[in-house]
């Protein structure tokens, strides 16, 4: 059974394995609440997947050291197994699915260990992990459904706590729980008073309709930004654990995770991914009440692919009302686009980029349609802008600006 002493334990080996994190304060992301960030995002590997999987290789048997250890990821818990398993000296094999990000498939390889791409999505990778551990006899490292990774986990709500015991509320990732499920049991059982809301997105929220259903629920599918977090299915252990001690589960959409990983690069220098970032969306968005509280963030891991970078970014933008396309009919004589520009300016917004379409769908063949994406300051001002162009005689057909 899960207890303190083991989180503990798991906190006196883990000491020389991994980086401290400590909190950071911040009052960009949120100005109603008093907000802390846990930069989990700055650990080793770049996630707090190797808590988890260097406690467990820690304690296993010599025999089982010298059989070697596989695991199944979609890239964090890979480099943690891996990293961990490269300081013992133990051979590690992984099963990841294709889809992965390639710098993570390349940093697990880089770090020592085997990787076998498996078709399809992490349920798969861990189907394909099952039948090597009977094949090959090799002891699996489960990415969450085991009590000494959901230890090693547990060991951040311990260092949230020690750094800051006036916390009032903790909102933290969940996937397939393990993060969840130990961090919660040690908030809990240290301060029973402390609410720990769980994160998940809203196209893999498994841990949430489980918890509703009262059982374990496997989702027909999954489709999300935040592929750290993109599981069909808890775990039997986690499913107990956050069942217990989560005081509520709350999911957050695409387009606010990117909005969350945007602020946290503009306002903090921090890249994290989209598994990171949906704790810092459920704040920012205010999925649960937390005005005037204290309140601290779990970054989860910051190993973002650089090529969907950019597009999160400008889906960021807007969603946070930074950048905004709109589709305008004008007359089609000299002079309109002159007009319609005047109004943009005087408005103060940046014309990103302009495409004229003659051959629009207007029932008015004498005018024509201009597709605009300007940058902008925020809702308000898209507000005050389209009230400008349509008071200037313009007609606006189409708005394109994240809900």
Partial sequence: MLTLDIIYKARTVLSQ???????????????????????ENLQVT??????????????????????????????????????????????????????APISKVEATRDLGAEVELVPGVYDDAYKRAL??????????????????????????????LDEHPELD????????????????????????????????????????????CGEIVQLPDVLTIADGIAVKEPGKHTFDLCNQYLDEIVTVSEDEICAAILALIEHHK???????????????FNKYPIEGKKVCCVVSGGNIDVTILSRVINRGLMKSGRTVEMLIELPDRPGSLLGLSKV????????????????????????????????????????????????????ILDTRAAN
Wanted: hydrophobic letters at 40%; a neutral charge; glycine letters at 12%.
């Fill in 17 to 39: 394995m991994i980086r401290p994190t400590a909190l950071i304060k911040t009052d960009k992301l949120l100005r109603s609440s008093e907000l802390y960030l846990k930069p």
């Fill in 46 to 99: 770049g996630s707090f997947k190797v808590r988890g999987a260097g406690f467990k290789i820690s304690q296993l048997t010599d025999e089982e050291r010298e059989r070697g250890v596989l695991a199944c990821s979609a890239g964090n818990h890979a480099q943690g197994v891996a990293l961990a398993a490269r300081r013992l000296g133990i051979k590690a094999l992984i099963c990841m699915p294709e889809g």
């Fill in 131 to 160: 039948e090597l551990e009977k094949e090959t006899g090799m002891t699996f490292i489960h990415p969450f459904d085991d009590e000494l990774v959901i230890a090693g986990q547990g060991t951040i709500g311990m260092e949230i």
């Fill in 169 to 212: 509320v903790v909102f933290v990732p969940i996937g397939g729980g393990g993060l969840a499920a130990g961090t919660a049991y040690a908030l809990k059982t240290l301060k029973p008073t402390i609410k720990v809301i769980g994160v998940q997105a809203a196209g893999a929220a498994g841990m949430q309709e489980s918890v509703k």
């Fill in 270 to 284: 921090l890249t994290s991914e989209g598994a990171g970032a949906v704790s810092v969306a459920a704040a920012m």
């Fill in 344 to 395: 943009i300016v005087r408005f103060g917004a940046n014309i990103i980029s302009l495409h004229h379409e003659r051959n629009g769908e207007s029932p008015d063949v004498n005018s024509c349609n201009l597709r605009m994406v300007l940058e902008t300051r925020n809702r308000q001002h898209i507000s005050d802008i389209q009230q400008g162009i349509t008071q200037a005689g313009y007609t």
